[in-house]
């Protein structure tokens, strides 16, 4: 799908890859709404992208909310592309979670992308055509230390889109993972001051919001934006769980997860 003059909703806009994707996606031409729990984040940033405000409207939302998934969409109106951005980082021990935070990780991370793409079938099906691109992790494809609810969300996240991708084939809509590896520059690894494991390198805000276009272009089922040595360990890791658990085990995964975890405490 061509960009130019398609509306396009993307949530967790003021975050790191959120700011990058907006930009790249008002540079090709497309209409934003922008969302997020950040009133005065989303002015800014409408008004800083290509063609500005009013062209980009913002639409704030709280997707932890009851019922506020869905109520998005419908403020939203016609829309042509979800990019379901929104996340929470879920690292940490499962017992140090409280229920609460458990069930907010599961419903921004996850159930609030599954009720935004419901939302929006019955009008890509009216249309013939409209995209959901769901933004994953190599967090769902390989299970880390301190990342249980995350990797749950993620894992669920690929299963979702992969299955989804297939019941809108026929109405002439599209459905696209995104999966990126460690991010430098901005974003939850980034505010979490903590190092990627050795030898595994990162990559940028820049480089995932370029994967976002190509993946809504191109009609592609997932892209994965990490350097090539991650993206072959993941691989692995994916085929291999019990090689990959193995590897963790004695390459000292704990000691970053633990390090992560205690970066990204603050965003339950
Ligand atoms: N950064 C990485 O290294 C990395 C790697 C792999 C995958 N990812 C994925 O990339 C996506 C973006 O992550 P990021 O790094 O940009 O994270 P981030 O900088 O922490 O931004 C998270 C975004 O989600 C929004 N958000 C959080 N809770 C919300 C809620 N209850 N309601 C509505 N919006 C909420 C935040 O908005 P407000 O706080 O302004 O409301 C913010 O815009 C996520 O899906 C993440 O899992 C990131």
């Known amino acids: 799908m061509d960009l130019e003059g398609k509306r396009v909703l993307l949530s967790g806009a003021t975050g790191g890859l959120g700011r990058a994707i907006a930009a790249e996606m008002a540079d090709q031409g497309a209409m934003l709404l922008l969302s997020s729990r950040k009133e005065e984040e989303l002015r800014g940033l409408a008004s800083s992208l290509a063609g500005g405000a009013p062209r980009h409207e913002v639409i704030v939302s709280d997707l932890a909310q009851d019922g506020a998934a869905s109520e998005l969409v419908r403020e939203a109106g016609d829309v042509d592309v979800l990019i379901a951005n929104a996340a929470l980082p879920g690292t940490g021990r499962l017992e140090s979670f409280s229920e609460q935070e458990v069930v907010r990780a599961l419903r921004v991370n996850l159930e609030a992308p599954i009720m935004m793409a419901r939302e929006l079938v019955p009008a890509f099906a009216n249309k013939g055509a409209g995209h959901v691109v769901l933004i994953a992790s190599l967090a769902g494809k390989v299970g880390s230390p301190r990342s249980s609810i995350y990797n749950a969300t993620k894992f669920g996240l690929r299963g979702f889109a992969f299955a989804l991708r297939e019941d809108l084939h026929p109405y002439g809509a599209g459905v696209s993972i995104v999966s990126p590896g460690f991010v430098r520059e901005a974003g939850m690894f980034h505010d979490a001051k903590s190092a990627a494991p050795p030898g595994l390198g990162t990559t940028t805000p820049r480089k995932v919001a370029r994967a976002v276009s190509r993946a ?16 072959f360990i993941s691989e692995v890791g994916y085929r291999h769980p019990r090689l990959a658990s193995r590897i963790q085990r004695g390459g000292g995964a704990d000691r970053v997860a633990e390090k992560l975890a205690a970066g990204q405490s603050a965003k339950r």
């Open 216 to 231: 809504i272009r191109r009609n592609r089922l997932e892209i994965t934006v990490a350097p090539r040595r991650q993206r």
